[in-house]
């Protein structure tokens, strides 16, 4: 459960971050594949090439809108999984994605999840 309580005034000025790590021996290293480190939230979902991978999130869970602003509220996320079926070069292995949503500099919430690329 995730849940965000700004103001579509506020949601203009949040930024989120969307860090996907590899699994390595020692731990998980970060991927340079996606590194999305404090982006403004609205500006990053609205693009027209992240549109595919938003919209297949959002299948997914109990949003009910697809673009800024969103009713602040507490949303789910249910079976989620990556959709690989259109992606950059993901090589197979073990991956890690971490999604931080930041307001004023503070995390105010995030979610993870654990997947497996095989081709």
Request: aromatic content about 16%.
């Amino acid at each position: 459960m995730v849940t965000l309580n700004l103001s579509p005034e506020k949601q203009s000025q949040a930024e989120i971050s969307v860090i996907l790590s590899q699994r390595k021996s020692n731990g998980y290293q970060e991927s340079s594949l996606v590194q999305f480190k404090k982006v403004n939230y609205c500006n990053f979902i609205d693009q027209t090439w992240v549109r595919h991978s938003v919209e297949h999130f959002y299948s997914h869970t109990n949003f009910s809108e697809t673009k800024c602003p969103f009713t602040p509220g507490t949303y789910f996320i249910k079976d989620f999984y990556p959709d690989l079926s259109n992606p950059p070069v993901i090589p197979n292995g073990q991956y890690r994605m971490d999604i931080h949503f930041i307001y004023d500099n503070v995390i105010i919430n995030g979610a993870q999840a654990v997947f497996i690329v095989e081709f």
